[in-house]
Each structure stands twice: as C-alpha cells, then as structure tokens.
C-alpha cells in the first residue's frame, strides 16, 4: 500500500513551452501532497506544500506564477513549469501525506525535466 | 548551512562490513527520519525515530538520536551491494498535524563494493 506515482518520469522540452507533471497516490487519499526539487548530487529541496481544496502554499524563492500547482482531489496534485527555462532542468519529486500518518511522506519515483 | 546536514558526503566500503552514517541538525525537532534514494529514483523511507527516543532498531539498520547535541546516526550492519544508494535524514519540526515538512540534510552517497 501507499504507492504514489508521477508521470511522466522523463520529459524533454523545448525553452519557452509548459510542462505538467502528475502526482498520484493510487491506494490512499492524500490530503496533503508536497513538491520537492532536487538537482544533480544534491538534497532535495522542497517548493510547496499542496492541500486538497485550497491554494497551494509555497517556499521562499520559489516563484508560484512559474511553478503552478492544482490539487484538486484527494488523489491527484500536479506541478506546471511553465515558460520552462534550461535552469528549470532538475529532478522533481512529489510526496504525500495520509491523514493517519502525519509523520510519514510516501514519494513518486520523480520526473526529469530537461529543458533545451 | 541548513537544517540536517551529513557526514560524511561519500562512504565506500566492502560487502559485510558496517556502514554509519551522521546527520546534524539546528533546530528543536519532533521526529526525525531517514530516507533511501537510488539513483535517479524517488525517496524509500527507512526509519523514524521520535524526539523522546535515543535509538530504534529495523533489521539491518539501527538508528540513534542525541536530541543535546541535536545529531543522529543511521548504522547499516553487514551491508550488501544492494544497500548502494544516497541516504538522507529529515527533521520535522513544529506541530505534528500542521503541515509536518520535512527539511531534508544533503545526503551521503554510500557505495558497497562486492
């Protein structure tokens, strides 16, 4: 149980266009999914927190109009990059939480983006 | 420097021997966990050890927790060339049903070579 999947798992696009990226938890409702960034060799950095219902909230530093995230049922967040950047370039990770384990995140296997 | 840094960056040693690793941290916390990422893969939870706790054990994987010198180690015994892999520790902190975020430490890259 608790599987959490993201798709697509690799996505090459060109400067310029959007990109949306699905985060689903397929076993259990997730009232709360998070957004992680991780480049090369490097921890992950969490970009904002996503309640079910509500508008997201975001870190420090990261821009909510370029990183537009919807999470509009208790099973499916997703993240657009939009007018991507080859800085955008990174691994994202989603994680989410169930209501009855609050101190637990399960992850998706991440998405690599690559802008050229 | 952030909240849950590790030591060392990069660890390799041999199939069967013991592999620790260190996570030091700023901030009071409520639990803190260590986390498993294969390369290019998402994270794989280990273990949570709780604030009020000093060790937790899970198979091969032992884990202390010294809240006074705000630090933790993860030891993996008898490790396989499996056990390759970056391992992570994240703190959490302030209340536990108001958003839990996890601060993440920078990792260490551990290698077992067969």
């Known amino acids: 149980g608790a599987v959490v999947s993201q798709h697509p798992s690799r996505v090459i696009c060109k400067s310029g266009t959007s990109v949306k990226i699905e985060c689903r938890s397929l076993d259990f409702q997730a009232t709360t999914m998070f957004w992680y960034r991780q480049f090369p060799k490097q921890s992950l950095m969490l970009m904002a927190t996503s309640n079910e219902g509500s508008k997201a909230t975001y870190e420090q530093g990261v821009e909510k109009d370029k990183f537009l995230i919807n999470h509009a049922s208790l099973t499916l967040s997703t993240l657009t990059v939009t007018s991507a950047h080859p800085e955008d370039s990174s691994f994202y990770i989603c994680?989410?939480?169930?209501?009855?384990?609050?101190?637990?995140?399960?992850f998706g296997p991440g998405t690599r983006l690559t802008v050229l | 420097s952030q909240q849950g840094e590790e030591d060392p960056q990069a660890l390799s040693i041999q199939e069967g021997e013991n592999a620790t690793m260190n996570c030091s941290y700023k901030t009071s916390i409520n639990n803190l966990q260590w986390y498993r990422q294969n390369s290019g893969r998402g994270l794989v939870h280990l273990i949570l050890?709780?604030?009020?706790?000093r060790e937790k054990h899970s198979g091969r994987l032992r884990v202390t927790l010294d809240t006074s010198k705000k630090s933790s180690s993860l030891l993996i015994t008898a490790s396989r060339a499996a056990d390759t892999a970056s391992y992570f520790c994240?703190?959490?902190?302030?209340?536990?049903?108001?958003?839990?975020?996890?601060?993440f430490g920078e990792g260490t890259q551990l290698t077992v070579n067969p």
């Open positions: 994240a703190t959490v902190s302030g209340g536990e049903t108001s958003g839990s975020r996890l601060t």
């Open positions: 050890i709780r604030s009020n706790e």
């Open positions: 994680s989410a939480r169930m209501t009855s384990k609050v101190n637990e995140q399960f």
